[in-house]
């Protein structure tokens, strides 16, 4: 029965989100999630490293620990800085094939790129050569690497046998980024939203413990300006392998599908391999 508990949990191992479900207890984690932005201002694409660290302190407590390096900001590759976030599950009602969960989150990041992209252009005028630099804003708070700032919200989570569905909202609040000043034309309040769904395919039957998982995800994610009437709504189809129940391998494409909001990046794809130590920390 605690095997397939733990094989019912894994439609709700979202890519784009969290779910109000935690790790085990006494378990360590491990991620690097590689993410692709197709860039607003030029079409080009860029590439940002996010290592991650996951550790389940209790079954209600677990905390992630993040870094981030990209060239989205400049031509080479550099450190942007980190992120720490946690959450806590206040409510829980399990039977054998569904249940109810409910937590809270919060993150905080410090990152240290500029508050605005700064593109250069060079123009030859009359053999002169001239350059003239564009400044692109932002609207969105984004803390996986573009923005400092916090965030605090909740999520409640549904699984019925081999359907998980989810829903989050949280506010979010932008700082100065370290050594750089913020832009006064930039939206510094939002709220996030989000709706994800996850369905186990395969396998049909379950046998043994070292059977491959197959799932599919679809997530809906948005986020709306408390300083203008701008917002966003993306889309986020996604496909997960789980293998012998500690290892994943997620390839998602986040787009944005309505919205009027100034964003650095509408579209991102993101593959990640994340590797669970179970009971890595256990007194037993």
């Avoid at 720490?84 to 054998?96: E, G, M, P």
């Amino acid at each position: 029965m605690l095997l397939t508990a733990s094989r019912l949990c894994a439609q709700e191992l979202y890519i784009f989100t969290e779910p109000a479900s935690n790790m085990p207890t006494g378990s360590l984690g491990a991620r690097l999630n590689n993410r692709f932005y197709a860039m607003e201002h030029d079409g080009r694409y860029s590439y940002r490293l996010d290592p991650e660290l996951m550790w389940g302190a209790n079954k209600n407590l677990m905390v992630h620990l993040n870094l981030y390096a990209s060239n989205m900001y400049e031509q080479g590759f550099k450190f942007e800085g980190g992120s720490l976030y946690a959450k806590y599950r206040f409510l829980s009602n399990d039977d054998v094939h569904s249940h109810f969960r409910m937590a809270a989150y919060g993150k905080i990041a410090l990152i240290n790129n500029p508050a605005v992209l700064k593109i250069s252009h060079t123009h030859i005028i009359d053999s002169t050569e001239h350059v003239e630099q564009t400044t692109y804003f932002s609207d969105e708070i984004n803390l996986d690497g573009n923005n400092s700032g916090f965030l605090a919200g909740t999520v409640a989570t549904q699984l019925i046998h081999k359907l998980a569905l989810s829903a989050t909202v949280d506010y979010v609040n932008r700082w100065d980024n370290l050594n750089s000043e913020k832009s006064p034309y930039q939206s510094n309040h939002g709220i996030n939203y989000s709706l994800s769904s996850g369905y186990l395919f395969l396998p049909r039957v379950y046998k043994d413990f070292s059977q491959t998982n197959f799932n599919l995800y679809c997530e809906f994610l948005g986020s709306t300006s408390l300083d203008n009437s701008t917002w966003f709504l993306d889309v986020g189809p996604a496909i997960q392998f789980i293998f012998n129940s500690v290892s994943r391998l997620d390839i998602g494409y986040r787009t944005q599908i309505a919205g009027n909001m100034l964003r650095t990046s509408k579209s991102q794809l993101l593959v990640r391999y994340e590797y669970n130590f179970l009971n890595l920390f256990s007194k037993k």
